[in-house]
């Protein structure tokens, strides 16, 4: 049996399905029930001399209807938000693949400058003093000037 909670909840819906299954009820009549549901079936058994059990079985029936329709929606909305979530952390772990790549490319290129560094260094430990010193002193020389003005 449907409960009266389940009939105001849904009662556009349950509305335009009644008017299409009874058709001798007129919008007026269903404006002045608005989901009360044994007053939906007086009036439905009032305009077609339908047994009450009769019509309250149909409008189980319609309400079970509308609770699969929605439960198919709802079972297709879930269904696309998990494809949306696998989508995302697909592309999450492409992306990642991509910044691990790229971090690896740049460790190895300063690694690569550090040795080449080190290997100047000790090939030429005189003139890398001399280049430290000479460019510590021009520094030192711009910093000054700077601070003057």
């Avoid at 929605?70 to 592309?91: D, I, P, R, S």
Wanted: glycine fraction near 8%; hydrophobic fraction near 35%.
């Amino acid at each position: 049996m449907v409960t009266r909670e389940e009939i105001r909840g849904h009662w556009n819906e349950l509305r335009g399905r009644i008017e299409e299954h009874w058709s001798q009820l007129s919008p007026h009549d269903l404006d002045e029930l608005e989901g009360q549901t044994d007053q939906v079936v007086g009036k439905i058994q009032q305009r077609t001399g339908q047994a009450s059990s009769e019509i309250q079985q149909e409008i189980d029936t319609i309400v079970d209807d509308m609770s699969k329709s929605a439960a198919c929606a709802t079972e297709k909305l879930g269904e696309g938000f998990e494809k949306a979530v696998h989508k995302t952390k697909e592309q999450f772990q492409q992306a990642s693949d991509a910044a691990h790549e790229q971090y690896e490319h740049i460790n190895e290129s300063m690694q690569r400058g550090y040795q080449q560094a080190e290997q100047t260094l000790r090939k030429n430990p005189v003139e890398s003093v001399a280049v430290a010193f000479g460019t510590g002193l021009i520094a030192g020389v711009i910093v000054s000037l700077v601070w003057r003005r």
